[in-house]
């Protein structure tokens, strides 16, 4: 399996190598190059979370030592290698291929298309192989995640009981009715430290590791992704309050994170802006008395109703360009309960309206207005202008991270829902689980 790992890797370096060519100029990255390279830069992005897949699952295997894990790691890695021969696929109809990354016939000839390479294909990633991992899934579960210590086992355990318990039963009433997750299950969390998982001890938090968060997460996202997606912003709020606020912020505001009395909502992103944050445009001017007037307009603000502090990104000095008169704020406001026929926002300077999702609900998404809201200046994360975007920036590692965690939770309930209809399903005298199509596809 090492053997056909170093050849994508190949094939990933041969490829960062012609991108970089063609971007960097005199050490650095020139971005008009890099966007009209953006198709070959997607694929090398994509490429390289493939290869960490496999590195990282082949090293599961081996840590593992199972026969079933082993199995799982070559066939993915069989299968990769198989399809990398057609392009990088990214999906909804697009292919990029290697020959547009700089890939040659030598290249391939070396490594994907190498005699030894192919022949690991064809053993570990057929048919015959699929059915087996099927069946197994079907019969004995997923195999060992190999997490390696008591600590997180003993949270899996806990957190999939509660999902089972707790968070299953209310899921469909939540998504079919568009309602608020109930604050029942919040305080639940609250209680199980969900809100302050990495914060440090001396904070009030748990002090837990980022795969901790990841843990929790997944259970929680697997009975529902809205309840999934509780902690994030708190992990938001709080990354920027450690990685970039005063000690005084710190010890105002990490407590009160982590037990859940305050609940945060990020707001940064704008109606003509979302992941281009640097050109951000809402403004925050500064008053004699130092505070600060805010006006413009956020959208796709989660759980802004409940939320009794925005951490706000906004423009500072509009003479600096891009995401140097940026600056982030603790903007407080009032918690309003969500409940039908209550008023959602009621803090002089600050209004509302609901944006209706397809799905992801159970925290609502809102487009705000500001218009004359107030912020106090000791309320300036880190009490510094212009460091907003890289204060933010740091926080985005860990945001990701939790995201990721959030599809895998997902992911693993549509699995468990899938394998659960296959058998269950009966079709010409048996379960559709027994046809190879649809145990493929699991």
């Given amino acids: 399996m090492q ?8 094939v990933y370096d041969k490829a960062l190598a012609n991108l970089k060519s063609k971007v960097v100029v005199n050490g650095r990255t020139n971005g008009d190059r890099l966007n009209d390279e953006q198709l070959a830069a997607h694929a090398l992005a994509y490429l390289a979370t493939e290869l960490e897949a496999c590195r990282q699952l082949a090293a599961w295997s081996e840590r593992v030592g199972g026969e079933f894990e082993g199995k799982v790691a070559r066939a993915y890695v069989g299968e990769l290698a198989r399809n990398l021969r ?65 600590m997180l086992e003993e949270i899996r355990a806990q957190f999939s009981k509660f999902t089972d318990q707790q968070v299953i039963p209310i899921a469909q009433d939540v998504h079919r009715q568009d309602k608020l997750i109930p604050m029942d299950i919040l305080d639940q969390l ?128 509009t003479d600096k360009p891009g995401y140097q008169g940026l600056s982030m704020f603790l903007a407080k406001k009032t918690r309003q309960s969500g409940e039908p026929g209550e008023p959602e926002f009621v803090d002089k300077g600050l209004t509302g309206t609901e944006i209706k999702v397809l799905g992801y609900r ?9 218009d004359g809201f107030t912020v106090p200046g000791e309320n300036l994360l880190g009490g510094e202008e212009g460091a907003g975007f ?31 209809y296959a058998t269950e399903r009966e079709q010409f005298g048996g379960p559709i689980f027994q046809f190879p199509r649809v145990a493929r596809k699991i």
């Fill in 362 to 370: 159970g925290m609502k998404e809102y487009e705000l207005s500001f």
């Fill in 390 to 420: 890289k204060q933010l920036m740091r926080t985005f590692e860990s945001a990701r991270i939790q995201t990721a965690a959030r599809g895998v939770g997902v992911a693993q309930a549509a699995l468990n829902d899938a394998i659960l």
């Fill in 190 to 317: 609250s209680e199980l430290g969900v809100f302050g998982l990495t914060i440090p001890e001396e904070y009030g938090g748990l002090g837990l590791s980022k795969v901790a968060m990841c843990i929790v997460t997944e259970e929680l996202s697997r009975g529902y992704i809205g309840v999934g997606s509780l902690g994030t912003r708190s992990e938001i709020a709080a990354e920027l309050i450690m990685g970039g606020g005063t000690e005084e912020q710190k010890r105002e505001w990490l407590p009160k994170l982590a037990s859940g009395e305050v609940l945060s909502t990020a707001v940064f992103t704008e109606p003509n802006n979302g992941s281009d944050l640097a050109n951000l445009t809402t403004r925050a001017v500064k008053q004699a008395d130092g505070s600060y007037v805010i006006s413009g307009a956020k959208t796709w603000i989660t759980h802004a109703v409940r939320a009794d502090v925005m951490t706000l990104l906004a423009r500072t000095d």
């Fill in 86 to 150: 057609g392009g990088v696929d990214l999906g909804a109809c697009e292919n990029i291929s290697l020959a547009d990354m700089g890939i040659t016939d030598a290249d391939l000839a070396d490594n994907l298309m190498h005699p030894e390479v192919r022949a690991f294909s064809a053993e570990h990633s057929n048919g015959a192989v699929y059915l087996e991992i099927a069946k197994h899934a079907r019969d004995n579960g997923f195999g060992d995640p190999g997490l390696g210590d008591e």
């Fill in 3 to 10: 053997r056909v790992i170093e050849a994508i890797g190949a």
